[in-house]
């Protein structure tokens, strides 16, 4: 029933993987991460510091004859971002047997399946894992930010400031939000050495709803120290009002976008999303 969410598996890319690693390997060490970072800081240093020049290519930026443009950055960046997943869970010995496509309101989003990392015995071994795709992005976006900043006006300069908003903002705005199942949520769930939190969360939050809306006593217990109990609490919270938050502004859209076709998508999902949790 919910048509917000649902995910296309398209191919086997662990050969491929494994015929690449060799040559990927110098790009995945720490040498590359600290090359990465002062690029990423530097890159960012060039934009902001020339306010007029980011003011005038903001202004310019949703034309509509550029979006195909957009497009094609995005699918570039995004089979980066999911090979970067995909090489370093191999360098820790992991496989990844599936990639494809997660659509959110039928806009793609490219995904491989690394869950043989959560088996990594080191939980660095794991954010790396995690945090690669946002490493491969950013760094393509602070080196479009070198282009931008000292090439001359022209379509070279334009492609570099679309490269940097998808890859850049886009990358920090999505993937890196711990709130949502993405990149930025496993790294603290590892950081924080809580598996499975947002189950835990949510978990709390059912048991709350429970108590206070059918007067059942709450069986909820996590097992925690009484810090990382008031943390799970929170975090189910503050994931529960962003979901919502997400889900009706793609409600909104879909109503927009697809007009009677966007309205039976709304019900749907309202349905699955809402009232089913809430009758169970």
């Not at 995910?7 to 990927?24: E, G, I, S, T």
């Not at 550029?66 to 869970?89: C, M, R, T, Y």
């Not at 990639?99 to 043989?116: C, I, K, S």
């Not at 946002?134 to 300069?157: F, H, K, N, S």
């Amino acid at each position: 029933l919910n048509g917000l969410f649902f995910r296309a598996p398209l191919v086997n890319p662990d050969r491929l993987l494994d015929r690449m690693l060799p040559y990927a390997q110098p790009l995945l060490g720490p040498t590359a991460l600290v090359i990465a970072a002062l690029l990423w800081f530097s890159g960012a240093a060039l934009v902001l510091a020339d306010e007029s020049r980011l003011q005038e290519a903001l202004r310019g930026v949703l034309y509509p004859g550029d979006w195909a443009w957009f497009l094609a950055i995005w699918v570039a960046v995004k089979v980066l971002h999911e090979l970067a997943h995909g090489l370093v869970s191999k360098r820790y010995g992991g496989q990844v047997y599936e990639a494809g496509v997660l659509f959110v309101l039928f806009v793609p989003v490219g995904y491989v399946d690394a869950t043989p990392s959560w088996r990594f015995p080191s939980r660095w071994q794991r954010i790396h894992t995690a945090a690669a795709g946002m490493i491969a992005e950013l760094t393509c976006a602070a080196i479009a930010a070198w282009v931008w900043a000292y090439a001359p006006d022209g379509p070279v300069r334009d492609l570099a400031f679309k490269t940097i908003l998808v890859a850049g903002v886009a990358t920090l705005t999505v993937n890196a939000n711990p709130l949502m199942r993405f990149d930025g949520y496993f790294m603290l769930s590892d950081l924080v050495g809580i598996p499975n939190l947002y189950a835990k969360g949510r978990a709390w939050i059912v048991h709350l709803g429970r108590r206070w809306l059918l007067g059942q006593p709450s069986t909820w217990r996590p097992a925690l120290s009484p810090g990382r109990t008031a943390f799970v609490q929170v975090y189910g919270i503050a994931s529960l009002v962003w979901r919502w938050t997400v889900i009706v502004a793609l409600l909104i859209a879909a109503t927009g976008l697809f007009g009677g076709l966007g309205w039976i998508l709304a019900g749907t999902t309202a349905i699955a999303t809402f009232a089913l949790p809430a009758w169970r």
